[in-house]
């Protein structure tokens, strides 16, 4: 009965086309739930399980009617999702996200420090997501013949789509039903869960947990990624352009004119430093201070000092940070603002300061993160790359890079012209933190309860503060302090591996040399500093772009969550402005 409903063929033919069919469910439903358990995708056991079923039986769907000679084509779409899922499994350890499509086309981006960052999270257990695809090519390629002469009579093939599409189903319901239980008890309605479960997200992780890992990513890449401004949001973003600064704080009122006479021809020394937390600092590890320059500098009379300013990058990172200092204007929160606005020119620092000269040092290539073109997208007249590399090309180890980046530093910054703006960018402090390359500073080792990861943070956290105080010596001797105003702070909190809490943790800020005395414990965003220079300077009155944020010198609404990125109409009228290239026509590129 069997051969006649359902098989047709000679020999086990028509059966081996089925067993093959049943081992590829078997290998994908493995493959996602391997991958659900190492990404950490808030799911249960029975939510998993769903979930990967209802993936596998959705890759497996096509091989029922796929022509015998095109039966290997199967495979395909099998090893290209096992292979982002392994990306994914190295990705999400660092991010918190799962990677954004445009991501795996930037592979002109990558350099040493993130494949060493891959493989410093790589784990035995990821053979779980890589091997069931081969094990599945060796059956294929064992019965080949057998499993092309094969068929399913029309009923067969019914009933086996029948029972794969309501495993494809079976995900979406179970994440319906996640979020129907999600809702307060007094709005569960099947409407409102509709709602909440079709919302378009700001992260792939969101979309991948609502609709799962293929699904996920098919919705999320039908965000548009182009937004053609209307008459209304042009002036929504003229309306913050032309907002009217608050009321200066009591006790910087009487400071700031004196300041501003000063502070208007001088020099702009950014020091943004990779991963900078506040975790490392007033900290002792083997009797030794971990950070006794930057501990210091905040106690320090005359010195603005805010030790909680909150990271607001996205998937970006490092990027982001360097576009939320360089503009007063929040990134993307569901993609890298670099892949799709790269070559936008933005309002900036560097183009309402209006330096004689303007730069950026950097320690990697130029080409990575399109680097070269947000040089000139933040107005920057030059771009110093390479920082970190040996004349022969050679990238130093971690340990080595701050002090060959900050040596670069000493090299250019005599040459420029005066006033001059030049934001240098360390790059020592990223992770990986490999306990095998400890630079053993602090005896003992790590305290118990402290990790290897946060252990060597600290460790590359005070090489990194040893090369400050050398590098603030240094402009003391050259004459280039007095005349400079030097800023401190960090791009981003240090990534998730070195544990969650730890992670988001905020920044310290420091503002050196300003005129202004202000310590203050009160919680900030990094979009707060764009104005806080500019009032520091006396342009904020008088600029043409005031930046989102608010200066730290003046009254200003705290944040009331600070887990979260900015308020939703910041994040909304960001967006607009970067998708939109809002000033591609009254900004030239430089």
């Given at each position: 009965m069997l051969k006649k409903t359902i098989i047709?063929?000679?020999?086990?033919?028509?059966?081996?086309?089925?067993?093959?069919?049943?081992?590829?469910?078997?290998?994908?439903?493995?493959?996602?739930?391997?991958?659900?358990?190492?990404?950490?995708?808030?799911?249960?056991?029975?939510?998993?399980?769903?979930?990967?079923?209802?993936?596998?039986?959705?890759?497996?769907?096509?091989?029922?009617?796929?022509?015998?000679?095109?039966?290997?084509?199967?495979?395909?779409p099998g090893f290209i999702v096992a292979a982002s899922l392994l990306v994914n499994a190295w990705y999400f350890p660092y991010f918190g996200d799962i990677m954004p499509?445009?991501?795996?086309?930037?592979?002109?981006?990558?350099?040493?420090?993130?494949?060493?960052?891959?493989?410093?999270?790589?784990?035995?257990?990821?053979?779980?997501?890589?091997?069931?695809?081969?094990?599945?090519?060796?059956?294929?390629?064992?019965?080949?013949?057998?499993?092309?002469?094969?068929?399913?009579?029309?009923?067969?093939?019914?009933?086996?789509?029948?029972?794969?599409?309501?495993?494809?189903?079976?995900?979406?319901?179970?994440?319906?039903?996640?979020?129907?239980?999600?809702?307060?008890?007094?709005?569960?309605?099947?409407?409102?869960?509709?709602?909440?479960?079709?919302?378009?997200?700001?992260?792939?992780?969101?979309?991948?947990?609502?609709?799962?890992y293929i699904g996920g990513y098919i919705t999320y890449a039908s965000i548009n990624e182009n937004i053609e401004l209307t008459d209304a949001d042009r002036r929504e973003i003229l309306l913050a352009a032309s907002?009217?600064?608050?009321?200066?704080?009591?006790?910087?009122?009487?400071?700031?004119?004196?300041?501003?006479?000063?502070?208007?021809?001088?020099?702009?020394?950014?020091?943004?430093?990779?991963?900078l937390s506040?975790?490392?600092?007033?900290?002792?590890?083997?009797?030794?201070?971990?950070?006794?320059?930057?501990?210091?500098?905040?106690?320090?009379?005359?010195?603005?000092?805010?030790?909680?300013?909150?990271?607001q990058v996205g998937p970006g990172k490092s990027s982001d940070g360097q576009f939320i200092y360089n503009t007063g204007i929040l990134p993307l929160y569901d993609m890298p603002l670099v892949s799709v606005a790269a070559r936008h020119p933005f309002p900036s620092l560097a183009r309402e300061l209006r330096p004689a000269e303007s730069i950026e040092i950097i320690g990697e290539n130029r080409a990575l993160w399109f680097h070269d073109d947000t040089n000139r997208s933040y107005g920057f007249t030059r771009l110093i790359d390479k920082a970190m590399q040996t004349p022969d090309g050679h990238v130093v180890p971690p340990a080595q890079r701050d002090s060959m980046i900050l040596a670069r530093a000493r090299a250019e910054l005599p040459r420029l012209r005066k006033p001059f703006f030049a934001m240098v960018i360390t790059l020592g402090m990223h992770g990986p933190y490999k306990p095998s390359e400890s630079p053993g500073l602090f005896s003992g080792g790590?305290?118990?309860?402290?990790?290897?990861?946060?252990?060597?943070?600290?460790?590359?956290?005070?090489?990194?503060?040893?090369?400050?105080?050398?590098?603030?010596?240094?402009?003391?001797?050259?004459?280039?302090?007095?005349?400079?105003?030097?800023?401190?702070?960090?791009?981003?909190?240090?990534?998730?591996?070195?544990?969650?809490?730890f992670a988001h943790r905020p920044v310290p800020l420091l503002i050196l040399n300003s005129g202004i005395e202000l310590k203050s414990d009160l919680p900030a965003g990094q979009i707060d500093l764009y104005p806080t220079l500019l009032d520091l300077t006396g342009r904020l009155d008088s600029a043409s772009w005031r930046g989102l944020g608010h200066s730290l010198l003046r009254s200003r609404p705290l944040p009331a969550d600070t887990t979260a990125p900015a308020d939703t109409a910041m994040v909304s009228l960001s967006r607009k402005i970067i998708l939109g290239n809002a000033w591609e026509q009254t900004i030239p590129r430089d």
């Amino acid at each position: 009965m069997l051969k006649k409903t359902i098989i047709r063929g000679r020999g086990n033919s028509p059966l081996d086309f089925l067993y093959f069919g049943a081992v590829y469910f078997i290998m994908l439903t493995a493959m996602f739930g391997a991958a659900w358990n190492r990404i950490g995708m808030e799911y249960s056991i029975v939510s998993a399980l769903v979930s990967a079923l209802s993936e596998a039986a959705l890759l497996t769907l096509p091989y029922i009617f796929l022509p015998r000679r095109w039966r290997w084509t199967i495979m395909v779409p099998g090893f290209i999702v096992a292979a982002s899922l392994l990306v994914n499994a190295w990705y999400f350890p660092y991010f918190g996200d799962i990677m954004p499509p445009r991501n795996f086309l930037m592979a002109s981006t990558v350099d040493n420090t993130l494949v060493e960052c891959s493989l410093a999270a790589m784990k035995w257990t990821d053979l779980l997501i890589a091997l069931p695809m081969p094990a599945a090519l060796a059956v294929f390629i064992w019965r080949r013949k057998s499993i092309r002469e094969g068929q399913i009579a029309v009923r067969g093939k019914i009933a086996v789509t029948a029972a794969l599409l309501c495993l494809c189903l079976a995900g979406p319901a179970k994440a319906m039903q996640l979020t129907y239980k999600s809702l307060p008890s007094g709005e569960r309605s099947l409407s409102n869960a509709w709602k909440a479960y079709t919302m378009p997200g700001t992260a792939v992780f969101t979309h991948t947990s609502r609709h799962g890992y293929i699904g996920g990513y098919i919705t999320y890449a039908s965000i548009n990624e182009n937004i053609e401004l209307t008459d209304a949001d042009r002036r929504e973003i003229l309306l913050a352009a032309s907002r009217e600064p608050a009321a200066l704080l009591p006790e910087v009122a009487a400071q700031l004119s004196d300041a501003i006479s000063a502070n208007h021809n001088k020099n702009l020394i950014f020091i943004l430093v990779e991963s900078l937390s506040t975790s490392s600092l007033d900290r002792t590890l083997g009797g030794r201070r971990v950070t006794p320059c930057l501990d210091s500098l905040m106690a320090a009379p005359g010195v603005i000092a805010f030790p909680r300013i909150y990271s607001q990058v996205g998937p970006g990172k490092s990027s982001d940070g360097q576009f939320i200092y360089n503009t007063g204007i929040l990134p993307l929160y569901d993609m890298p603002l670099v892949s799709v606005a790269a070559r936008h020119p933005f309002p900036s620092l560097a183009r309402e300061l209006r330096p004689a000269e303007s730069i950026e040092i950097i320690g990697e290539n130029r080409a990575l993160w399109f680097h070269d073109d947000t040089n000139r997208s933040y107005g920057f007249t030059r771009l110093i790359d390479k920082a970190m590399q040996t004349p022969d090309g050679h990238v130093v180890p971690p340990a080595q890079r701050d002090s060959m980046i900050l040596a670069r530093a000493r090299a250019e910054l005599p040459r420029l012209r005066k006033p001059f703006f030049a934001m240098v960018i360390t790059l020592g402090m990223h992770g990986p933190y490999k306990p095998s390359e400890s630079p053993g500073l602090f005896s003992g080792g790590a305290p118990g309860g402290m990790g290897a990861q946060e252990y060597s943070h600290h460790e590359y956290t005070a090489l990194f503060d040893y090369e400050l105080k050398s590098f603030l010596g240094w402009l003391r001797d050259e004459g280039l302090y007095d005349n400079s105003l030097i800023v401190i702070t960090g791009d981003h909190t240090p990534h998730r591996m070195i544990g969650e809490d730890f992670a988001h943790r905020p920044v310290p800020l420091l503002i050196l040399n300003s005129g202004i005395e202000l310590k203050s414990d009160l919680p900030a965003g990094q979009i707060d500093l764009y104005p806080t220079l500019l009032d520091l300077t006396g342009r904020l009155d008088s600029a043409s772009w005031r930046g989102l944020g608010h200066s730290l010198l003046r009254s200003r609404p705290l944040p009331a969550d600070t887990t979260a990125p900015a308020d939703t109409a910041m994040v909304s009228l960001s967006r607009k402005i970067i998708l939109g290239n809002a000033w591609e026509q009254t900004i030239p590129r430089d």
